[in-house]
């Protein structure tokens, strides 16, 4: 019961944030081909190792993008350093309602974005809070309960494959056109 209050409070803490964002309102729908800068926002594999999220940045930089990965280990303590491009963060980097503490997301609200694209699969709060926190034009996520959470939802049906999620988000994003 108690875990359930701290859920409850927490979502309603991420729907204030929602409110106060006014990007996701101004369909800031682009091709990927015109974005400069990508935030990749995810859970982080048990063994922090995470090679499917490097290979995901590393696609993105082979065409030409500035690639920033953000993933949530959900453990108290995290083993591997902390990179400016790839920050992992752990429970101890949570507050009591199990949201980012103020400096966590201090050094979020610091970086400036094109694009956030969230390959949680897992519907967690904790990169919800942080998608609802960022100031890029267009935000991208699979479909969620919180539909103002991004202005670019898929839906993948019943697979919760990040891969495949990555793979249909390159698909649409490239096939946006813009008129000249």
Same mark, same amino acid.
């Given at each position: 019961?108690?875990?359930?209050?701290?859920?409850?409070?927490?979502?309603?803490?991420?729907?204030?944030? *929602?409110?106060?964002?006014?990007? *996701?309102?101004?369909?800031?729908?682009?091709?990927?081909?015109?974005?400069? %800068?990508?935030?990749?926002?995810?859970?982080?594999?048990?063994?922090?190792?995470?090679?499917?999220?490097?290979? +995901?940045?590393?696609?993105?930089?082979?065409?030409?993008?500035?690639? *920033?990965?953000?993933?949530?280990?959900?453990?108290?303590?995290?083993?591997?350093? *902390?990179?400016?491009?790839?920050?992992?963060?752990?429970?101890?980097?949570?507050?009591?309602?199990?949201?980012?503490?103020?400096?966590?997301?201090?050094?979020?609200?610091?970086?400036? %974005?094109?694009?956030?694209?969230?390959?949680?699969?897992?519907?967690?709060?904790?990169?919800?809070?942080?998608?609802?926190?960022?100031?890029?034009?267009?935000?991208?996520?699979?479909?969620?309960?919180?539909?103002?959470?991004?202005?670019?939802?898929?839906?993948?049906?019943?697979?919760?494959?990040?891969?495949? +999620?990555?793979?249909?988000?390159?698909?649409?994003?490239?096939?946006?056109?813009?008129?000249?």
């Amino acid at each position: 019961m108690f875990a359930n209050f701290k859920k409850y409070i927490a979502k309603k803490i991420i729907l204030k944030e *929602i409110e106060k964002q006014t990007s *996701i309102h101004s369909y800031g729908f682009c091709p990927l081909s015109s974005v400069k %800068t990508v935030l990749l926002l995810a859970e982080s594999d048990e063994d922090e190792k995470n090679q499917e999220l490097h290979a +995901f940045k590393e696609q993105l930089k082979a065409e030409g993008k500035k690639v *920033i990965v953000w993933a949530f280990a959900n453990k108290k303590e995290i083993l591997s350093p *902390i990179f400016p491009e790839f920050r992992l963060f752990s429970l101890s980097d949570l507050s009591w309602f199990g949201l980012p503490k103020r400096e966590l997301v201090d050094q979020f609200e610091a970086i400036e %974005t094109d694009l956030v694209i969230s390959l949680d699969m897992n519907d967690s709060l904790v990169l919800d809070f942080l998608l609802a926190k960022s100031k890029a034009k267009m935000k991208v996520s699979k479909e969620k309960g919180m539909k103002q959470l991004a202005n670019f939802m898929l839906s993948i049906g019943k697979d919760d494959n990040r891969k495949y +999620f990555f793979e249909q988000v390159l698909f649409y994003l490239n096939s946006i056109q813009t008129k000249n």
